[in-house]
């Protein structure tokens, strides 16, 4: 029941700011601090640290950010075997998070732009055995669609995070099991505004005809819309005081594949996310931020209570 993780691996520099700036404005921020993050990395933290078998498939740079970067998914207990050290620098992530726990995030891709289809055999060993493929977007789109095709062929469980948002080819909506835009991605895939209830279900919509089979959207703090082709569900948030929410959408989708590969049910899957979720942006920085097993259990017996 393992899952596997082919994407991204940066190290993020974060400043701690007072309000987002606006272009051509300076201002004096709180803190600093570096912490390792990038999507795909973050993802495969969520899902090590919420108790499954967890490979990465990935690059990092030859500098010191590289060696960083793998001793953290160690430290996390994901297995990096499938990431290559390669020439030149590792990917970054220049991130400003405000009083309110918004974020602005720009990110060099760094060892992230020459991951190739030279890295689909190593992927494809990281998959003997694995229940399900958690994809994202920065790393080049061929090389996602040829790592949805390896896991499609194998029967294995494909989550497409399509962020940050970019066109996506038509066989990756068919590749993919489920995809779990948030309103600003389900935008820029659809051309429609996600700023209300109807504004999600019609974007959601557009996604299943364009080829979606299933889709989970992230609505941050009002929860999340799933729709497949029989309709939609609306999801209610667990309720917490967010300090930063930076890679919230890494944790949703660390706790959704999780479940999934333990063999619970969609619905289900989709609580363990949005619990994961919630409690990541309690904390700082990404992969620090990602919850413990023990943690979600708890959040989603309170539910219940
Ligand atoms: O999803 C959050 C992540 O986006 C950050 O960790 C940053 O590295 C960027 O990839």
Redesign the pocket.
């Known amino acids: 029941m393992a899952v596997v993780v082919f994407g ?1 691996i ?3 520099l974060v400043v701690r700011t007072p309000r987002l700036p606006t272009p051509g404005e300076t201002l004096t921020g709180h803190t600093f601090f570096t ?1 390792p ?3 795909g ?2 993802q495969a933290v969520a899902c090590a640290r919420l108790g499954v078998p967890t490979r990465m498939v990935g690059r990092v740079g030859d500098d010191l950010f590289g060696e960083q970067l793998r001793a953290s998914l160690r430290s996390f207990g994901v297995q990096d075997d499938g990431v290559l050290t390669t020439p030149g620098p590792s ?3 220049l ?1 400003a998070v405000d009083d309110t726990a918004e974020n602005t ?1 720009v ?1 060099v891709p760094g060892a992230n732009g020459a991951v190739s289809i030279a890295d689909i055999p190593r992927l494809e060993r990281a998959l003997d055995g694995a229940r399900a493929l958690l994809l994202q977007l ?1 790393v080049p789109i061929e090389t996602v669609v040829a790592a949805a095709r390896a896991a499609h062929t194998r029967g294995v469980t494909v989550i497409l995070d399509p ?1 940050p948002a970019l066109p996506l080819p038509d066989e990756l909506y068919a590749l993919a099991d489920i995809i779990t835009p948030n309103e600003h991605e389900a935008t820029t895939l659809t051309g429609i505004a996600v700023h209300d209830d109807q504004g999600a279900i019609a974007a959601a919509r557009a996604l299943i005809a364009r080829g979606a089979r299933r889709v989970a959207l992230k609505l941050g703090a009002c929860g999340a819309l799933t729709a497949d082709a029989e309709g939609e569900q609306f999801w209610s948030p667990f309720t917490v005081t967010p300090v930063d929410t ?2 919230a ?2 944790a949703f989708n660390g706790g959704l594949a999780v479940a999934l590969s333990e063999g619970r049910s969609f619905d289900e899957a989709i609580r363990w996310g949005l619990a994961a979720g919630a409690l990541s942006v309690t904390r700082h920085g ?2 620090p931020s990602m919850p413990e097993r023990n943690e979600v259990l708890t959040l989603l017996a309170q539910e219940h209570l």
Do not use: L
């Open positions: 991204s940066n190290m993020d912490a993050g990038g999507k990395a973050n990917g970054v992530a991130i995030i990110i920065e962020a930076v890679a959408g890494d990404a992969q």
